[in-house]
């Protein structure tokens, strides 16, 4: 069986790696012409951890892991307001849990696929032909591919889905956040922030900072905007979001980097009716973007990325896969979802009540009796297990475990 796979990010090289474990023959086409070097910080738990146990992964993630000791707010004076001890939170989720650069995550999954997997960067899909017995797609060079089964793992901005089902605007969801990440270069900001996520204690505004192995600094930024359209230039609109923020923020953002360099989206979430037709499916935020404010996206990524493989591999057919995937996943994205557009308010407060609120809670959740409690609020309420998702079951009329409680 072939696969071809839209999108070198976290879903597709997920999906990459399991299928070729099965057996298929995979492509990976990737429009931009490398790996991404820029992005954020990300907690990686939950089902994702699951399931990047048993692909073998844990122990390449920890080696590029890094121990953050406190998750902290400060003033603009660089006085601690609250904060979170990570190594509560991490006994909190029985310590399946490592911090890792996303782009440090793909690397790792590309690693894991480089001698199976036809990986290709540079290379732009723009037809697809959808047939009952396969699909056959033209890239932007003029070459046919065909395949058994196409897979839009393309990110927000998916191509696969806006060929196959609609434009982007039936989709997507602006949740009222504009976000950024870069990286620069600064010793004196490195040496002050240590081993801690250090995050501007503000309202309608907010930037974030780690320092990371090679010497360099790392920052993150999320502001409120009724506007989803993205700038033409995200240095200068990084520049002017936050040009308010106090402490730290003015020399990280003299140090702002050139826009190529800079990480710029829209925070949003995808809706779709429907995540598959004939032979093409959607994957990871294509179809199930739950945003940056439900903190588990690179998570659910490699968790539906491993249970569609598990059922492409053991349906009777890809039809029946791409039913009981949608069928069984849908649901506990749902759950994400609706969390993530409850936590908003919370996420990056509007007012100052609200942000004397949030550091109350953060004391709360530094308290022993109740750190369990925050740890499982933070995983969320589906109890689903990597096991139970991909047990097969024939019977799509059947409800999985899973499915039943929701």
């Not at 504009?178 to 995050?199: E, K, M, Q, S, W």
């Not at 609200?354 to 933070?378: D, E, K, M, Q, Y």
Request: with cysteine.
């Amino acid at each position: 069986m072939r696969a071809l796979i839209c999108g070198a990010g976290i879903a597709g090289l997920a999906l990459a790696r399991r299928l070729s474990g099965h057996g298929w023959q995979v492509t990976v086409v990737e429009k931009a012409p490398a790996p991404r070097r820029h992005g954020y910080m990300i907690d990686f738990f939950g089902p994702g951890y699951d399931a990047a146990e048993r692909m073998g992964l844990l122990p390449r993630l920890h080696e590029l892991g890094y121990q953050v000791e406190e998750m902290c707010y400060l003033d603009d004076d660089g006085r601690r307001q609250a904060g979170l001890d990570y190594a509560r939170f991490a006994r909190a989720v029985n310590g399946r849990l490592v911090s890792i650069m996303r782009p440090d995550l793909e690397r790792a999954l590309r690693e894991q696929v480089a001698a199976d997997v036809d990986l290709r960067f540079g290379c732009a899909l723009t037809g697809i032909d959808d047939a009952p017995e396969g699909v056959r797609v033209t890239l932007a060079d003029g070459s046919v591919l065909d395949a058994d089964l196409l897979v839009g793992a393309d990110g927000i901005h998916s191509t696969v889905r806006r060929l196959t089902f609609g434009p982007e605007r039936d989709f997507v969801r602006h949740l009222g956040f504009h976000t950024a990440a870069y990286v620069f270069a600064d010793p004196g900001i490195h040496t002050l922030l240590g081993n801690r996520f250090c995050l501007t204690d503000t309202t309608g505004a907010q930037m974030g900072f780690y320092g990371l192995r090679d010497g360099r600094v790392a920052a993150f930024t999320v502001h409120r905007t009724t506007d989803p359209a993205l700038p033409d230039d995200p240095r200068r609109a990084v520049r002017d979001a936050y040009e308010s923020l106090g402490w730290i923020a003015p020399q990280a953002l003299a140090a702002c980097p050139d826009p190529a360099e800079i990480y710029y989206d829209q925070v949003a979430q995808v809706v779709a009716s429907r995540w598959s037709s004939r032979r093409v499916v959607l994957l990871g935020d294509s179809c199930q973007a739950v945003s940056l404010l439900a903190g588990q996206g690179a998570s659910l990524a490699v968790a539906g990325a491993y249970l569609l493989g598990e059922l492409l591999a053991t349906s009777d057919s890809v039809t029946t896969a791409l039913t009981v995937y949608e069928r069984r996943w849908r649901p506990v994205i749902a759950e994400k979802q609706r969390a993530a557009r409850r936590g908003a308010q919370w996420f990056l407060p509007a007012s100052r009540a609200r942000l004397r609120v949030r550091r109350l809670v953060l004391r709360l959740a530094n308290v022993p009796g109740l750190a369990a409690f925050f740890g499982t609020a933070l995983v969320g309420k589906s109890s689903a297990t990597i096991e139970a998702l991909s047990a097969h079951d024939r019977d799509l009329g059947q409800p999985t475990a899973s499915t039943s409680r929701r």
